[in-house]
């Protein structure tokens, strides 16, 4: 059997499987864009997307909501796990979860996991708490490895990038906003391929590149932040200096006075958040400080 | 017309500086060009240039990279003390928060339903939307970068 045909076969096994799987399994509620209300017992699991879900029975699956809020009625119940993503849960309702409470890429969750109070859940945004923090110093020290290594390894990319970040601030925020429209809008599509395979390989990669390109753009900004702000104005002023110059510094300047401004609660979250869109932008704009174009565009011979 | 002497000279002036013996055009042209040099050469004063954004940079200040990540530590270990919390399982729950987990598994297999309940409207809006964003970050992409002529703030 030449290698083409058993590649085929490999192939069509997979999808089979795949459909069989995807056929086998006992389809969810799932309700898009409508508000969602459960009102007589439900034996698999709900699925709601921009809408809210209003629970008055028992759903013996898990729950997964994104972008809408969930309620509970009196006789509400979930057996399953709850995941809600940019959803608003009442901390009172959290008993009624037999499974867990997962909130995906939130750091609230951190605190759920080491304090088990779940009063936290609905405050946590809003109020300063110690506990929240800690835990953004902790990952204060994760960047800061992360921007130790960026600047190890490659000191003229960050310059080059951060350079762009201080000559075209607003354009770099641009772009970071369409990419991050474009990163969600692409996982959608790539999702399409979901039950044929090639799907979760396709979110894989797109999830890596958005999350280097995430690391490298905060490392960027951290280095612009530093340098417009403890950056040395002239060359006397440079030659004075024993500590305070060089990538590392401003990385590491930057990155305290970011991270500091991250403490502080909403505002700290939104100036975090837009840093990460310049950043992203940043990134893919200079192809991670390489400054090469991204297309070629060809000029017509004069001959 | 210009004469092959002078294409040559041009080519390559000092395998061919004979020729500015014979041709009166080429040696005009090359005293203007020496003149403009010098002149060039002594107007710039070195120390007087913007500071480029290399120029230091390659210098690593590890005190000031320790000392902030000493700081950092001891107020997150001081925090978590104070709320109760043991400073290494605080740390380990704060970086596992920001990883993709086992949620993260549940919302993707959750996308084929809501994609497969989702009407032929929103198909057509989810393929439009991807076509228009993506040309839309193409066009920004296609601007050319500043580059080291630019002053930065």
Redesign the interface.
């Known amino acids: 059997m030449s290698g083409r045909v058993r590649l085929t076969a490999i192939a069509i096994v997979l999808v089979a499987l795949s459909i069989a799987a995807?056929a086998g399994s006992r389809?969810?509620v799932?309700?898009?864009?409508e508000p969602l209300r459960i009102t007589s017992p439900v034996g698999t699991?709900v699925?709601s997307?921009g809408a809210d879900v209003q629970i008055d029975s028992l759903v013996r699956g898990?729950v997964?909501v994104?972008g809408g809020s969930v309620r509970f009625g009196p006789q509400g119940r979930i057996e399953g796990?709850l995941?809600a993503?940019g959803s608003a849960i009442d901390a009172r309702d959290i008993p009624k979860v037999s499974g867990r409470v997962?909130?995906?890429?939130?750091?609230?969750?951190?605190?759920q996991?080491?304090?088990h109070d779940y009063d936290l859940l609905d405050t946590l945004d809003r109020r300063f708490s110690?506990?929240i923090?800690?835990?953004?110093?902790?990952?204060?020290?994760?960047w800061?490895a992360l921007a130790?290594l960026f600047?190890l390894a490659a000191?003229?990319a960050l310059?080059?990038s951060?350079?762009?970040v201080?000559?075209?601030l607003l354009?770099s925020l641009?772009?970071g906003l369409?990419?991050f429209?474009?990163v969600i809008?692409?996982a959608?599509?790539f999702?399409?391929l979901?039950?044929f395979m090639i799907g979760?390989p396709l979110?894989i990669a797109l999830?890596v590149v958005a999350v280097v390109a995430k690391i490298y753009g905060m490392v960027v900004v951290f280095h612009a932040v530093g340098?417009?702000l403890f950056g040395?104005?002239?060359?006397e002023e440079?030659d004075r200096?024993r500590?305070?110059?060089?990538?590392?510094?401003m990385v590491?300047?930057g990155?305290?006075v970011l991270?500091l401004i991250r403490m502080i609660p909403v505002i700290g979250g939104f100036v975090w958040m837009l840093a990460s869109l310049v950043g992203v932008g940043v990134a893919?704009?200079?192809r991670f400080g390489r400054?090469e174009?991204?297309?070629l565009s060809f000029e017509a011979s004069e001959n | 017309m210009t004469p092959t002497g002078c294409d040559d000279y041009l080519a390559d002036p000092e395998a061919h500086s004979g020729h500015l013996e014979t041709c009166e055009a080429c040696r005009k042209a090359a005293a203007g060009l020496e003149a403009a040099a010098i002149e060039s050469r002594r107007d710039v004063v070195p120390?007087s240039l913007p500071?480029a954004?290399?120029?230091?940079?390659?210098?690593?200040?590890?005190?000031?990279?320790i000392a902030?990540?000493l700081g950092?530590?001891l107020?997150?270990v001081a925090?978590?003390m104070?709320?109760g919390?043991?400073p290494l399982?605080?740390?380990l729950?704060?970086?596992?928060?920001?990883m993709?987990?086992?949620?993260?598994g549940?919302?993707?297999g959750?996308?084929?339903?809501?994609?497969?309940?989702?009407?032929r409207g929103?198909h057509v809006l989810?393929?439009a939307?991807?076509v228009a964003?993506?040309v839309?970050?193409?066009a920004?992409?296609?601007?050319?970068?500043?580059?080291?002529d630019?002053r930065?703030?």
């Open positions: 995807v389809p969810p799932v309700s898009v864009g699991s699925e997307i898990d997964v994104i796990d995941v993503l997962i909130r995906p890429f939130w750091i609230g969750s951190a605190a996991k080491v304090t110690l506990l923090a800690a835990f953004k110093l902790s990952m204060l020290l994760v800061l130790l600047v000191p003229r310059r080059n951060s350079l762009e201080r000559a075209g354009h641009v772009i369409v990419a429209t474009s809008l692409t959608i599509v999702s399409y979901i039950p979760v979110l999830a340098t417009l040395a104005r002239s060359r440079l200096r500590v305070l110059k060089g990538d590392l510094a590491v300047l990155l305290l991270g893919l704009q200079t400054r174009p991204w297309f | 120390s500071l954004p290399w120029e230091g940079a390659r210098q690593r200040s590890w005190a000031t990279a902030i990540a950092v530590s107020l997150g925090a978590f104070a709320v919390v043991s399982a605080g740390f729950a704060a970086l596992t928060s920001g993709p987990g086992e949620g993260s549940k919302l993707i959750a996308i084929p339903s809501f994609l497969a309940g989702a009407s929103t989810i393929f939307a991807f964003v993506n839309v970050l193409v920004l992409l296609r601007r050319r970068t500043r580059g080291y630019v930065p703030r």
